[in-house]
């Protein structure tokens, strides 16, 4: 059981835009920055969105983030095959000085 | 460019201590503003954060795992290691070494990853 609730599983067709939702509690995203992961099969997670919207350099800014509340969201527009991979949301929590939690994870299907 | 690269057996026993040892090169893992971290993937699952230590030897822990964890820092090194006593097969997982930055509140840097499995 995941302490940030994700959708297990999303889809979309080329060209479209789809969203992906986090949610949490007061103690972390409610009070902290919300960041995004990818995960393509058998690699490491590579970050895709950090303090909420910000993307690191090299990643298109086809993705993007957002958060409202206790509630976060990455968008994906312009659907490629190759977005098609594992996506995690995660933030720190309050509730124990440096401790982070992740969400489930969604695997994002192009169909 | 910064990396991290896991090391350690990928076989334990049960009720074993795991032992792992991440090597940071490209910078320094004394660098203040970030904590250098464990987590965890099942196989087939999701992200478990693990715990992380300061250069200082400062830590913070899952406390789901907090009694069988232990996290370390060799400056001299630039290593951070991960000891995980009492193991049983639900701890077979690939495990990530990974660099937090207290800033950003992100963990931006991680390992490519090693397959520790737990089995007799």
């Known amino acids: 059981q995941s302490v940030l609730t994700q959708p297990p599983s999303a889809s979309g067709t080329p060209g479209q835009r789809v969203t992906i939702s986090c949610s949490g509690s007061s103690s972390n995203i409610g009070s902290n920055t919300v960041n995004w992961y990818q995960q393509l099969p058998g690699t490491a997670p590579k970050l895709l969105i950090y303090?909420?919207?910000q993307r690191p350099s090299g990643v298109p800014d086809r993705f993007s983030g957002s958060k409202s509340g206790t509630s976060a969201s990455l968008a994906i527009s312009g659907l490629q095959s190759e977005d098609e991979a594992d996506y995690y949301c995660a933030a720190w929590d309050n509730s124990l000085n440096v401790y982070v939690v992740f969400g489930g994870g969604t695997k994002l299907t192009v169909l | 460019q910064l990396q991290l690269q896991e090391s350690g057996p990928g076989l334990v026993k049960p009720s074993e201590t795991l032992s792992l040892t991440c090597t940071v090169s490209g910078g320094s893992i004394s660098s203040s503003g970030y904590n250098w971290g464990w987590i965890r993937q099942p196989p087939g699952k999701g992200l478990e954060w693990i715990g992380s230590?300061?250069?200082?030897?400062?830590?913070n822990y899952n406390p789901s795992l907090k009694s069988r964890v232990t996290i370390s820092v060799d400056t001299s090194k630039n290593q951070l290691s991960l000891k995980l006593s009492s193991v049983t097969a639900a701890d077979t997982a690939v495990y990530f070494c990974a660099r937090l930055s207290e800033i950003l509140r992100v963990t931006d840097y991680w390992g490519q990853g090693t397959l520790v499995t737990v089995s007799a």
């Open positions: 303090s909420n919207n």
């Open positions: 230590v300061y250069y200082t030897g400062s830590t």
